[in-house]
């Protein structure tokens, strides 16, 4: 059943999880930083590191051509935004209404921000952009968002395939200097 931020109450997170509701709140406390923890883990999946410590990132960085680099940063980028874009939405909604998680997504978007300029200082490394850096920085920022993302595969049904093709094909375009249109 969807329940929504509003509707799912910490009891009933703790009945779905098997644990006692003292369990969540001894974890975390709130619901806001239940739900800002889900949405770490979902941004970095398995990996417990910073988003620029991972293997994707990192092997980002370590190749030096930048249609490379585009095609492994979509690859990467898909997998975060296929388990984050939905709690973002969930973050998103219950912002209109509650103070602390209108913080909450404002602090996302700016991990989000920071963790982008890597892309863009790694790709700038190698080679010319066709825009500045801050202006590379929010094309991709708005290329990648998890609301882009869920009205492309969620709304249109677009396959993981087409969208990591259509980002990196756009992105190239958008940013590379001499880039050749696809």
Not at 34 to 62: F, K, M, T
Not at 98 to 103: D, F, G, Q, R, W
Not at 144 to 151: A, F, K, R
Not at 168 to 180: C, I, K, P, R
């Amino acid at each position: 059943m969807v329940r929504g931020y509003d509707g799912a109450s910490i009891v009933a997170i703790a009945d779905e999880a098997g644990v006692s509701a003292e369990t969540v709140y001894a974890r975390f406390g709130n619901k806001r930083t239940l739900l800002g923890e889900l949405v770490r883990r979902a941004v970095r999946g398995v990996d417990e590191a910073p988003v620029p410590e991972q293997a994707g990132p990192r092997a980002i960085l370590s190749a030096t051509d930048q249609h490379a680099q585009l095609r492994l940063f979509a690859a990467d980028i898909v997998l975060r935004l296929e388990r984050a874009a939905p709690l973002v939405a969930i973050v998103a909604g219950a912002a209109r209404s509650e103070p602390e998680l209108a913080e909450l997504l404002t602090r996302l978007h700016a991990d989000r921000s920071e963790n982008l300029r890597v892309l863009v200082d790694a790709l700038a490394a190698n080679g010319p952009l066709r825009l500045a850096p801050d202006d590379a920085l929010e094309t991709v920022w708005a290329l990648t968002s998890p609301e882009l993302h869920q009205l492309l595969t969620g709304v249109r049904g677009w396959t993981r395939r087409r969208y990591c093709d259509w980002l990196g094909a756009s992105l190239a375009q958008l940013l590379l200097e001499g880039a050749q249109p696809s």
